[in-house]
């Protein structure tokens, strides 16, 4: 059981045999193995859903058992006491509780729904009223953009060229086809054109952005349709808690006297 070893080597980091206590589910060459630590790891494990049944109870014990008898012979050879593992039983330790510190910190300052609301409608003005359906030719460099666009000028057919000499992989095979997207989701040289040609409006002129040279053509526009709250709430939360995770680093930051050695 992956899930079983991955929370018996948290345990076993976390608590040293020296402090086990007379609270033994087992004993290996006369030191108990723990039975607040077998309850841990039950719990963890229940946590995620699955039953914790006889032959799960088994699988547990039966691993504590074997990390014991490793641990106690990796002790036997003085692996513990070499520079490396004792480098990294201590950064392990500050992993550890580093990652329980921020779970404290987020269950004692969580999100609150008016705050994810307020965030869902920054997200829909930023969406804006309206959403377009573009295609477009992306190349290397403005000589091969403008003459694209003398091409189409001439008769060219838009789907063939995005075929032929697109660059894009994403949107190449389908005639440079972008589908339905709000200018907030393009980068703003690109939404800028786009949001101002007219339907089957082809861009005059190259259009450059980091990706290259496009050469754009308006398909049509519709009313906006952001994505619902509910779906996005999630998200939205997650991204919440982690600005409120920068902030408080930030502050930390900002009381602490910090000297890096030159």
Avoid: C
């Avoid at 003398?150 to 005639?175: C, H, M, R, W």
């Avoid at 589908?179 to 040289?189: I, L, N, T, Y």
């Avoid at 007219?198 to 496009?214: C, L, N, R, Y």
């Amino acid at each position: 059981m992956k899930l079983i070893h991955t929370l018996i080597a948290v345990a076993a980091f976390s608590v040293a045999p020296s402090v086990f206590a007379a609270d033994s589910i087992a004993t290996v060459n006369g030191k108990p193995v723990k039975q607040s630590i077998y309850d841990l790891i039950s719990k963890d494990i229940a946590a995620t859903g699955q039953k914790i049944d006889d032959n799960t109870k088994n699988a547990i014990i039966n691993e504590l058992i074997s990390s014991e008898l490793v641990y106690q012979e990796a002790q036997r050879l003085g692996l513990d006491k070499q520079p490396d593992f004792v480098l990294r039983e201590e950064l392990g330790k500050r992993k550890l509780l580093t990652s329980v510190f921020l779970q404290d910190y987020l269950k004692k300052n969580p999100v609150s729904d008016a705050d994810t609301k307020a965030a869902y409608e920054q997200y829909k003005k930023a969406y804006g009223d309206k959403e377009f359906s573009a295609r477009h030719i992306l190349v290397k460099t403005e000589a091969e953009a403008k003459d694209i666009i003398a091409q189409l000028n001439k008769g060219g057919d838009f789907t063939k060229l995005a075929k032929e000499k697109s660059i894009d992989p994403g949107s190449k095979d389908k005639g440079g086809d972008l589908g339905w997207f709000s200018p907030a989701s393009m980068v703003k040289p690109f939404s800028d054109v786009a949001a101002n040609l007219q339907k089957g409006a082809v861009s005059a002129s190259p259009v450059q952005t980091q990706f290259g040279w496009h050469v754009i053509k308006m398909v049509d526009s519709r009313p906006a349709q952001p994505l619902p709250y509910e779906k996005l709430k999630d998200g939205l939360q997650k991204n919440l808690q982690q600005r409120n995770l920068e902030k408080m680093m930030s502050d930390l930051r900002g009381k602490a006297k910090i000297e890096i050695a030159k």
